[in-house]
Nanobody
Framework: QVQLVESGGGSVQAGGSLRLSCAAS????????MGWVRQAPGKGGEFVAR????????YYADSVKGRFTISRDNTENTVYLQMNSLKPEDTAVYYC???????????RGQGTQVTVSS
């Protein structure tokens, strides 16, 4: 059973940094896109970033481009989201996602709260 467990959220002031981690287990992820989405209070889900587990280009929402970096450590089965220059509008629950490249297999973690104060 696939499990995605996020960690690293917290409260920071604007301009600060946080690094989120997503530990993936219970599956073979070489054919998955791993990513992050977020949901702010009262808003719908928003794509943040995405990376192919097997390598290749990364993708970012325009709102985080240049500030956030997604990466993965294949040996640790972990995906990271380095978040720099955080803004109050980055406040949200951040979810790790795993989406199979060809099959309809989609997973999401339980989420980790990020709060950025001005």
């Amino acid at each position: 059973q696939v499990q995605l467990v996020e960690s690293g959220g917290g409260s920071v002031q604007a301009g600060g940094s946080l690094r989120l981690s997503c530990a993936a287990s219970g599956g073979i992820f070489s054919s998955y896109y791993m990513g992050w989405v977020r949901q702010a209070p009262g808003k719908g889900g928003e794509f943040v970033a995405r990376i192919r587990w097997s390598g290749g280009p990364t993708y970012y929402a325009d709102s985080v481009k240049g500030r956030f970096t997604i990466s993965r450590d294949n040996t640790e089965n972990t995906v990271y989201l380095q978040m720099n220059s955080l803004k109050p509008e980055d406040t949200a629950v951040y979810y790790c996602t795993a989406d199979h490249e060809r099959l309809s297999l989609n997973y999401r973690g339980q989420g980790t709260q990020v709060t950025v104060s001005s």
